[in-house]
């Protein structure tokens, strides 16, 4: 008998209504053969009113209590999907983490998956329940404490658990129908991805685009699990089937680019005419790596004298402040002749395999964007991808601007 992971996101659990039609989508599969196990998250929004709660409680709160607090969403949701596919006939129930044991590291808020024993899964399946897993959550094995795998985090639990009990995929319920060549709220010729390879999956997760976390994409990749994306609010007796992401191999027809990302929040920090010599680099990064501050995008910049260079890179908005006083503060290590902002810049990406086997696919963009008279403050690029940071005024037009260069305009 195939197995099955099916996930349900917060808005497709968002109330009894909704949880009752997940029980249908599953009745489907259950019908259709297979054994089932049923990753749900939190009602929507209920996370965000946790962590709410747990930051008015105190500022410096107990990581491990806040793991507590936040994991409750899940337990609610798979208790309530359990309640209705028993009501419906259908035998079910409820896992938590720390019953499976889905077993981590003690990074609470943000813990890692350290295994998952999947014994006490197949022993309800021997006995005919689809097994609903409480997503996002785990357990520390030696502290025994409850953790939680960062936000989003119950796409990472469907994938681990779907490679665990070795099933035949993992459908991930959401409330669009599938992966786009870009976000169809920008660009209404935006086309629905039959299939997406994992690396670009991986890249246009980790450039923007909102649909699955990036780890879950990580660890499907490395264990080759048939991941779909696929909408809830589909007519369960007649599903379409959404995206698959899947190994490059079985990708016929590979185009060059597959895919637009975009990512906001982005803020820019310049250092002019830092000392040309070794160990420079480090005096600027290796404090802002201790500050927890993740600088992306970084380049340095030959100046036209031999003594002085300047260094560019981009950080998140919300790390702006913090980076530029800590950069001010460290002026005279550093040494700089000036520090300089910008805020409210977009960093816009192409995404595509075939980029490996082609030249000059992101010099078509720097042309096209001459020519709409948008200025490309940096560019970073990688083997499958390139990203272009510009003025976020100017994102739709970009985005709109890429996607019908490299042809992913729908007809
Ligand atoms: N409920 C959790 C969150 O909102 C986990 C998830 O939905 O994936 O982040
Ligand atoms: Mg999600």
């Not at 599969?29 to 930051?55: D, F, I, P, R, Y």
């Not at 906001?264 to 680099?281: F, H, N, Y």
């Not at 500050?291 to 260079?309: H, L």
């Amino acid at each position: 008998m195939a197995r099955l992971v099916m996930k349900f996101g917060g808005t497709s659990v968002a109330n009894m209504e909704r949880i009752r039609n997940v029980a249908q989508h599953v009745r489907r599969e259950v019908e259709a053969g297979h054994q089932v196990a049923v990753v749900v998250s939190a009602m929507a929004g209920k996370t965000n009113e946790l962590v709410g709660w747990v930051n008015e409680g105190s500022k410096l709160y107990d990581p491990r209590e806040y793991d507590a607090v936040v994991a409750s969403g899940e337990q609610v949701t798979s208790g309530l999907l359990a309640i209705v596919l028993q009501d419906m006939g259908i035998p079910a129930r409820s896992w938590q983490g720390w019953q499976i044991p889905l077993l981590t590291s003690d990074a609470h808020g943000s813990a890692r998956i350290a295994g998952i024993d999947g014994a006490n899964l197949d022993q309800g399946f021997k006995r005919g329940e689809v097994a609903v897993i409480a997503g996002f959550q785990g357990i520390h094995a030696e502290t025994g404490r409850l953790t939680t795998l960062g936000r989003g985090g119950s796409d990472t639990s469907a994938v681990a658990i779907a490679a665990a009990i070795g099933a035949e995929r993992c459908d991930i319920y959401t409330d669009v129908d599938g992966v786009y060549t870009t976000d169809p709220r920008i660009v209404s010729k935006a086309r629905r991805l039959e299939k997406v390879a994992f690396e670009e999956m991986l890249e246009m997760a980790s450039l923007g685009a909102k649909v699955l976390q990036v780890r879950s994409v990580e660890l499907a990749m490395v264990h080759k699990v048939r991941t779909y994306v696929r909408s809830s609010f589909d007519d369960p007796a007649n599903p379409t089937p959404g995206t698959l992401i899947c190994d490059e191999e079985e990708i016929m027809e590979q185009q060059i680019v597959t895919g637009i990302a975009y990512s906001k929040d982005e803020a820019q920090i310049t250092l002019r005419r830092v000392a040309d010599k070794p160990g420079v680099a480090a005096a600027i990064f290796v404090p802002l790596a201790e500050a927890n501050i993740n600088v992306d995008m970084i380049i340095q910049v030959t100046s036209d004298n031999t003594t002085t260079t300047d260094i560019t890179f981009t950080v998140p908005t919300a790390d702006f402040e913090r980076a530029m006083s800590l950069l001010e503060e460290r002026k005279a290590d550093i040494g700089f002749g000036a520090l300089e902002g910008a805020r409210d810049l977009v960093k816009v990406s192409a995404i595509g395999i075939g980029m490996r086997s082609h030249a000059g696919v992101a010099a078509r963009a720097f042309k096209a964007f001459a020519e709409k008279g948008i200025n490309i403050r940096a560019i970073t690029t990688s083997e499958i991808k390139f990203s272009l940071l510009i003025d976020a005024a100017y994102t739709e037009l970009a985005v709109r601007t890429l996607h019908s260069l490299y042809g992913l305009d729908a007809a």
